[in-house]
């Protein structure tokens, strides 16, 4: 079984510019999870999608950061414009609600250096 | 607002000790909670704990939870120099309207010398 895909894993960019992160869940999970991760710390929740729909968005900063899942299957985060403290890895988690009971399976994080 | 907490912070010990590391939480509704190891890439799940007094084993690897005193430990033994990575402790609450994501603890940088 595949695991979680993102894309690109590293990206560097300059504060105010814009970026985007994709990621593909596992098939069959219907939940996915973008999180991020500042070093020194441990993930923090951004954002969660039920299918197509969003579940919790409630500490996604949403004046510079959008995600959406229009399939219900792969995602994008974005971020417009970017600030130096958005430095992070930004990981991507899956998990085949509701018989899972939280387990979440992650993908291997894109690396943002902002500049 | 959920709360987790590790210790220590970063442990340096030497291949074939015993380690034990600490996990404690304040969560409303609690569902569960789970350790992940964490290398240079994606934390990979090792153990998820719903039940206070039940022991999960996997290999040297062995987990517990105290639902009274909220807190959870990890034990590894006789370590590997591969066991070095961060390991991570989250908790799962139950919320309105399916959201279960995790709120994980800044996590223990663990360290075998050979």
């Known amino acids: 079984e595949a695991g979680v895909a993102q894309s690109p894993r590293y990206k560097i960019i300059e504060k105010r510019q814009s970026v985007a992160f994709w990621c593909n869940p596992i098939?069959?999970?219907?939940?996915l999870y973008w999180y991020q991760q500042i070093l020194g710390q441990g993930p923090k929740l951004l954002i969660q999608?039920?299918?197509?729909?969003?579940?919790?968005d409630s500490q996604l900063p949403k004046d510079r950061f959008s995600a959406e899942r229009l399939k219900g299957v792969d995602s994008t985060l974005k971020i417009q414009p970017a600030k130096l403290e958005d430095s992070a890895v930004y990981l991507c988690a899956s998990s085949k609600r509701p018989t899972s009971a939280g387990e979440q399976y992650f993908g291997p994080g894109t690396r943002l250096t902002v500049t | 607002e959920d709360k987790v907490v590790q210790s220590p912070l970063s442990l340096v010990v030497h291949e074939g000790d015993t380690v034990t590391l600490n996990c404690s939480y304040e969560v409303t509704n609690f569902r569960s909670l789970l350790w992940y190891k964490q290398e240079k890439k994606a934390p990979t799940f090792l153990f998820m704990l719903?039940?206070?007094?039940i022991e999960k084993k996997s290999g040297r690897l062995s987990s517990i939870l105290d639902k009274k005193e909220l807190f959870s430990i990890l034990n590894i033994t006789a370590t590997q120099t591969g066991d070095s990575a961060i390991y991570l402790c989250?908790?799962?609450?139950?919320?309105?309207?399916?959201?279960?994501?995790?709120?994980f603890g800044k996590g223990t940088h663990l360290i075998i010398q050979p």
């Open positions: 999608f039920q299918n197509n729909g969003v579940v919790d």
């Open positions: 098939s069959g999970h219907a939940t």
């Open positions: 989250a908790v799962g609450a139950y919320s309105g309207g399916g959201a279960d994501g995790l709120t």
């Open positions: 719903t039940s206070s007094g």
